[in-house]
């Protein structure tokens, strides 16, 4: 019987045209090489090779051979692949979300409950979270949409309120009640680039509004700190910013269209059931 690596040697040679290339490619001499290929034909009683003075090359039973040998390696590369990462996902739990928000109030409830695994999470667009967790790439995503497709559980999670963060002398100040999208036309704001679905909707609503853009996350708090330029924040950053009123000494202002209020759901396949939160309060604070 073949073994994997003589089907290896022989897709090199066919890529490789000649023996010494071949050889250089998998660390081992060239008279190494042609025994074990040698070792090969006798196993399958074929010649693979038309065979020259100082020059080999390959006859259509051995292209034929190569064809077969590429397709195994395939199969085998895909094997391990699909076997690392479903070891992988024994030890760690992959998160995908389509904002950050959520994951505050998600990575620590998961760290408490499974201690001793390992936690991964990234922010990507909302249309690659289902099929992520379909094909494994996630074991949990939270969207901001309920998810329905077979052998998936998905519940609420929690909520998202928006806020304008304010010095206490800025002129929008005086809105406690809470402001529109709309009263920031033509205002300057500090925006966190990283920000999920939020931009498509609220900051695509904002046309007349301008942004000075920050891809840093240290970077942006720290302007916020000294400017008495606008910035975002919600419910759920604020609760997990440690004092930060006291800090940044601005206010915050609720936004009152609609588009600022979102429910986020956490969906799982059903073999990873355990994985899902429990259901947090679908309200901000303050909201009725």
């Known amino acids: 019987m073949a073994e994997f690596n003589q089907l290896y040697q022989l897709v090199t040679i066919a890529d490789a045209g000649t023996l010494s290339k071949a050889a250089e490619i998998v660390h081992i001499s060239q008279p190494a090489l ?13 010649t693979l090779f038309d065979r020259q003075k100082n020059k080999i090359t390959l006859n259509q039973t ?16 895909t094997m391990t692949g699909a076997i690392q ?3 992988r996902s024994l030890r760690t739990i ?19 409950r499974f201690y001793g695994m390992a936690l991964t999470s990234e922010m990507v667009s909302a249309e690659s ?9 996630y074991q949990l995503i939270i969207t901001d949409a309920e998810v329905s497709a077979p052998d998936i559980l998905c519940h609420p999670f929690c909520s998202e309120q928006l806020y304008l963060t304010v010095p206490p002398a800025h002129p929008l100040a005086n809105s406690k009640e809470g402001i529109y999208l709309d009263d920031l036309a033509g205002e300057t704001m500090l925006l966190f680039q990283e920000i999920g ?10 046309p007349q509004t301008n942004f000075i853009l920050q891809d840093q996350d240290e970077a942006f708090s720290a302007l916020v700190q000294v400017s008495a330029l606008p910035a975002f924040a919600s419910d759920l950053t604020l609760k997990h910013s440690e004092r930060w009123a006291e800090r940044t000494n601005r206010l915050a ?7 600022a209020h ?21 309200y901000p604070s303050g909201h009725s």
Request: glycine fraction near 6%.
């Open 85 to 87: 990462a479903y070891e």
């Open 62 to 77: 051995g292209e034929l051979a190569v064809q077969y040998a590429r397709r195994i390696l395939d199969d085998v590369n």
């Open 253 to 259: 202002l609720p936004i009152l269209d609609p588009e």
């Open 34 to 46: 042609t025994r074990s290929i040698q070792k090969l034909e006798a196993e399958w009683n074929v």
């Open 197 to 206: 679905i939020w931009k498509e909707r609220v900051i695509s609503k904002m």
């Open 129 to 137: 979270l289902l099929p992520g967790l379909v094909k494994g790439t």
């Open 262 to 282: 979102v429910t986020f759901y956490c969906s799982v396949q059903k073999s990873h059931k355990t994985y899902l939160p429990g259901q947090r309060s679908l």
């Open 94 to 112: 992959s998160i995908g979300s389509c904002a950050a928000g959520p994951l505050l109030e998600l990575l620590p409830e998961l760290t408490e």
